[in-house]
């Protein structure tokens, strides 16, 4: 009987130390350094604001795009939302919420990504659409992709620039590249890559070489967007050729095209731009066990303090991935006790702000932010089996050096993927 109690104990303890069930204590008087959505403060120099997500298979935080983006264009003059989606599909959304042609759930689409095929998407573009309708010339909101995962808008944009400017090097490329596509990618050969690749090259060597004809045949705008497409491209082949490195050249390219957008919207007059993605894409300390430098890493090295982080986490989050295997989506459930969301737990209100410098005022919540814990992080492929195993849905990080705030979800729900 001793045996089998103390195998009992052994279990539960092993339990609590791999699912992570156990729960910190809450604070007192917590709600003192909450605020809503609605009250986020943003420093006055800052000019890239991240939002993180700690999946990207719940309801609240497709949500919190939105809701957060609102708040920057009604309170910080933001203009500019980017989102970690395709940088071709992205200017068929910005069309959309300029011009009004086609629908919001269509728009959508072209970014070919199945986890923002989701209603909370579909509002979001089409609130963007609904703003610019009333809004003024200097008020409108644009949107982009940074991400580089795709070939089809890219390539669409630069044989439509080419067809403008230069139509036999418009049919000679399309031919040249008549074999890439979203749907082809994957099964091309290296030697068809490097071949792709060198087409490529060829494209940003005439574009760049005949940069002040070109320009006087259109404008520096659209010749601006046809050798960025063309840039998007050679990382998207690259990305391919290099697939060991794929997750170290992903963020960098992220980090790039941010950076890109960053400076083009300045010249505009838009100093500030909201960027959304993935947790492990917003947060500054690359604490990833991949080994790999995020973009929010990038982020801070080139702009210190004018790059303002909020990250995302929840306590319990009932969620939709797809199973890397068999590429069906499912639903699974999963809790997250850290000493920072538990401290925040007795807060009625199920989203809510915490910004860490005014959290600092309390010698616990300092103690809690400055201390590394696991923090949820969660992509699109989830298997059944990952929830037994925090290290599978979690990143261990000090939160006030990965984030300058977080907003917490008590309890998530699971998007549903528009097929």
């Known amino acids: 009987m001793k045996f089998f109690k103390i195998s009992i104990f ?194 940003i060597l005439d574009l760049q070489s005949n940069e002040v004809t070109y320009v006087e045949q259109t404008s520096t705008e659209t010749y601006a967007f046809a050798l960025q497409n063309a840039q998007v491209m050679k990382q998207r082949t690259q990305l391919l050729l290099n697939d060991g490195d794929y997750l170290k050249l992903r963020d960098q390219y992220l980090a790039d095209n941010l950076q890109w957008i960053v400076d083009f919207e300045a010249a505009k007059g838009h100093d500030k731009i909201f960027v959304t993605a993935h947790n492990g894409h917003i947060e500054k300390t690359s604490a990833s066990l991949a080994g790999y430098k995020s973009m929010g890493n990038y982020l801070d090295e080139l702009y210190g303090e004018q790059y303002f982080a909020i990250g995302t986490d929840f306590i319990i989050s009932e969620f939709q991935a797809k199973n890397g295997v068999s590429g069906e989506r499912q639903i699974h459930t999963v809790k997250n006790h850290n000493a920072l969301v538990d401290a925040f737990s007795e807060i009625e209100s199920n989203v809510f702000y915490v910004d860490f410098e005014k959290a600092s005022k309390s010698d616990r919540l300092l103690d809690i932010v400055s201390k590394e814990q696991r923090m949820s992080n969660i992509g699109d492929d989830f298997r059944a089996w990952y929830k037994f195993f925090k290290k599978f849905y979690t990143i261990e990080m000090m939160p006030n050096e990965a984030y300058n705030g977080i907003i917490i979800v008590k309890k998530a729900t699971p998007t549903n993927v528009i097929e």
Not at 93 to 98: C, E, V
Not at 159 to 169: I, S
Request: proline share 1%.
């Open 10 to 203: 052994v279990v539960i303890s092993l339990s609590v130390l791999i699912c992570g069930c156990g729960n910190a204590l809450a604070v007192n008087k917590v709600d003192q350094y909450v605020t809503t959505i609605e009250q986020i403060n943003i420093p006055d120099d800052v000019k890239v604001i991240g939002l993180g997500e700690a999946t990207h298979g719940n309801v609240e935080f497709q949500e919190l795009k939105k809701d957060v983006f609102e708040v920057l264009v009604k309170n910080e003059n933001v203009r500019v939302f980017v989102l970690e989606g395709d940088f071709g599909g992205g200017q068929s959304i910005n069309q959309f919420i300029l011009s009004g042609n086609g629908t919001a759930e269509e728009a959508v689409k072209a970014l070919d990504y199945s986890i923002y095929k989701t209603e909370q998407m579909v509002n979001l573009v089409q609130w963007m659409h609904d703003y610019n309708l009333t809004a003024g010339k200097d008020e409108k909101v644009y949107f982009y992709g940074n991400d580089m995962q795709r070939y089809d808008y890219s390539k669409k944009g630069v044989l439509d620039y080419y067809k403008v400017v230069n139509a036999d090097a418009a049919k000679k490329y399309a031919t040249k590249l008549e074999h890439v596509s979203n749907g082809t990618m994957r099964d091309l050969k290296k030697d068809q890559l490097i071949d792709i690749d060198k087409t490529i090259d060829s494209i």
